[in-house]
């Protein structure tokens, strides 16, 4: 696939909140991913697919209930995409939250080989 | 300025190619640029406003003509933003050349703080 069509598929399942199909059909087994600082749920940075799922199911984990989550078209430059997310949810562990991140993208073989947030 | 402010001025004077007063207006003393990776031209981060304006005067330099410069909307979250900039250029030493960037930056107190560039 090319970064336009990964850009596309990412945004579509991201919008379905399949974040599972995204991680298996689009990213690469190395693929990293960068938060914009460590916290004590997530470092900041994590390497490998497997543990890049895992911290997937530990975000699933950590939120009650979401309530919207939209996902802008991306913008495409070269091997990069970014969209914006906006996340409104209510977490277990300190109530109802709203999130908002740059997520930039960079492909490679036809694999997201990056994700890293901005906030 | 809001962040959605800040992101409008840049955008507006960068499809402008008016960098130096968008470096002024817009950039923290402090600021810190950062490139995709090293190259023998800039290094890969690039520290406080006098340097990136120096930065931005020897890309100038590099630079023989500028054939078309095209700048996205922003995506905005939060105190981050993101734009695509598509520049059709002649470099003085390797010809025409098509470059593609996204480029995120981060706002603090008003000002520019970091800008991170991905291709």
Wanted: aromatic fraction near 6%.
């Amino acid at each position: 696939m090319t970064t336009q069509e990964i850009a596309k598929k990412l945004v579509d399942l991201c919008r379905k909140g399949n974040f599972d199909s995204a991680h298996n059909e689009l990213y690469s087994k190395d693929a990293k991913s960068i938060e914009t600082m460590a916290t004590p749920a997530f470092p900041k940075e994590t390497t490998g697919l497997d543990a890049i799922k895992k911290k997937g199911q530990m975000w699933e984990s950590m939120v009650e209930k979401t309530h919207q989550m939209t996902v802008s078209d991306p913008l495409i430059a070269g091997d990069a995409f970014a969209v914006s997310m906006d996340m409104d949810v209510t977490m277990k562990d300190r109530g109802r939250t709203h999130m908002k991140e740059i997520c930039v993208y960079n492909v490679k073989n036809g694999k997201i080989v990056s994700e890293e947030f901005f906030s």
